[in-house]
Each structure stands twice: as C-alpha cells, then as structure tokens.
C-alpha cells in the first residue's frame, strides 16, 4: 500500500486545496525567484554566464510544471501570500546583488533555496498525487545540479569567501526556520512533516557546507544560526 493510500490523503477536499493553494505558491515562486536569481549571476559571473542563463531556463520549466500541478488539482496558487514568503532572502540577495557581493548571492540562492527546494521536494513526492509526484521528482534530479554550481565555485574560491559564507549564512538561515514556521500547519495538512523537512534540510545544506570545505566543527557552528531562531 502507497504512503498516500495509508494516511487516506483526499486531495480534492477543501482543507488539502486550502493549504496546497499556499505550498504550491511556494513553490511556484521559489522557481520564479531563482530564475531571476541565476540571470542576475549571469552578469555577475560572465565567465560562467552559459551555465547560469541555462539554470534560470529550467527554473522556469520548473515554475510551469508546478503551475500545472495547481491546474491538476483545480488550485490557484495564492502568489501574494509566496511573495510575501520570500520576501526577507529576495531582499537580502537584490542587497547582495547590488553591492557585488557574489559569495552572498550564491550563498543564498545555490545554498539555501536550492536546500530548501530539495528538503520540501523530497518529503512531498511520498505523499504526493501522481501527477505532482511525476513532475517533482523530475524537478528534483535539475535541482542537484543546481547547487553542484554553487558547490563547485566556492570551493575553488573557499579561501577568499569563508569570511563572506560565515557572515551571509548568520543574516539568512534564520530566515528559512520562520519561513518553515509559517507554512508548519499546511505542509501537516499535506502530510508533511515540519521536522521531517528541518532534517532534511540540515543533511543537504550540511553536505553542501562540508563539500565546499567546512569542517564538521564550522558546520554545527553555522547550523546553530538557524536552530536559535527555531
């Protein structure tokens, strides 16, 4: 029996299409965000500007195949509340942007979106509908090459930017605990565990530090930021 069959999921009931209204707003606008996210590297990185124009374009296939997943289920996406969502890391990534600071950039959306996309990506497809489960689990395998980008550039630059990763990583992963915080009740209502995607999210964003070059002591250390504001 499927994990679906087994909680009894009804996803055409209105406390399921409340609460996806909002998750896959989400979504939807976290693929917006780092479209956008990539293309501003692409300036700011031009001997990489191949590589990155080609993320954002999947970010976009991404945001389709979610906008049809809301279609699927005769849901739409409540885009303002996702904005509003995102709206402490936008700004603090435009901030970062526009001072020219690249580690904080790619900190913020190789790192942190991209561990977050794929900690709530990898709880979701158990208890997903078969449509959304066929197109999220495609989503997930883009997403890995996404933050093997940001992975990949700043461990050749680890020296120069661990001053940088330690600072962005304090200003923003308190962020991602009270975003966590505000969608606790419908991702429950989706059967989605809030310390299921807490643990995950720490495994992936905890490899990412590690491959980049932190040792196990630095990264219990940067973790703390966002367990403090939990």
Same mark, same amino acid.
């Given at each position: 029996?499927?994990?679906?069959?087994?909680?009894?999921?009804?996803?055409?009931?209105?406390?399921?299409?409340?609460?996806?209204?909002?998750?896959?707003?989400?979504?939807?606008?976290?693929?917006?965000?780092?479209?956008?996210?990539?293309?501003?590297?692409?300036?700011?990185?031009?001997?990489?500007?191949?590589?990155?124009?080609?993320?954002?374009?999947?970010?976009?296939?991404?945001?389709?195949?979610?906008?049809?997943?809301?279609?699927?289920?005769?849901?739409?996406?409540?885009?303002?509340?996702?904005?509003?969502?995102?709206?402490?890391?936008?700004?603090?990534?435009?901030?970062?942007?526009?001072?020219?600071?690249?580690?904080?950039?790619?900190?913020?959306?190789?790192?942190?979106?991209?561990?977050?996309?794929?900690?709530?990506?990898?709880?979701?497809?158990?208890?997903?509908?078969?449509?959304?489960?066929?197109?999220?689990?495609?989503?997930?395998?883009? #997403?890995?090459?996404?933050? &093997?980008?940001?992975? /990949? $550039?700043?461990?050749? *630059?680890?020296?120069?930017?661990? @001053? +940088?990763?330690? #600072?962005?990583?304090?200003? &923003?992963?308190?962020? /991602? $605990?009270?975003?966590? *915080?505000?969608?606790?009740?419908? @991702? +429950?209502?989706?059967?989605?565990?809030?310390?299921?995607?807490?643990?995950?999210?720490?495994?992936?964003?905890?490899?990412?530090?590690?491959?980049?070059?932190?040792?196990?002591?630095?990264?219990?250390?940067?973790?703390?930021?966002?367990?403090?504001?939990?």
């Amino acid at each position: 029996m499927s994990q679906v069959a087994e909680l009894g999921l009804d996803f055409s009931s209105e406390v399921y299409k409340d609460a996806y209204s909002r998750i896959n707003a989400i979504v939807i606008e976290g693929e917006q965000e780092a479209h956008e996210n990539y293309i501003k590297l692409a300036e700011m990185l031009p001997d990489h500007k191949d590589d990155l124009v080609r993320l954002s374009k999947m970010e976009s296939r991404h945001k389709k195949g979610f906008e049809a997943c809301g279609k699927n289920l005769q849901v739409t996406p409540d885009l303002e509340f996702a904005k509003l969502f995102f709206a402490g890391l936008h700004r603090n990534f435009q901030e970062a942007a526009a001072e020219g600071k690249v580690v904080t950039c790619l900190l913020i959306q190789s790192l942190i979106i991209e561990c977050f996309a794929i900690a709530a990506y990898n709880i979701y497809i158990p208890v997903a509908d078969d449509f959304a489960r066929k197109i999220t689990e495609g989503v997930v395998k883009d #997403e890995y090459s996404h933050l &093997n980008f940001g992975e /990949v $550039w700043l461990k050749e *630059n680890f020296e120069a930017s661990k @001053a +940088e990763l330690e #600072e962005a990583n304090r200003q &923003n992963l308190p962020l /991602v $605990w009270k975003m966590l *915080n505000q969608v606790e009740n419908d @991702a +429950e209502n989706m059967a989605m565990e809030k310390d299921a995607l807490v643990e995950d999210f720490m495994i992936q964003y905890g490899e990412a530090l590690s491959n980049i070059g932190f040792n196990t002591r630095d990264i219990m250390r940067l973790s703390a930021y966002g367990l403090r504001a939990a």
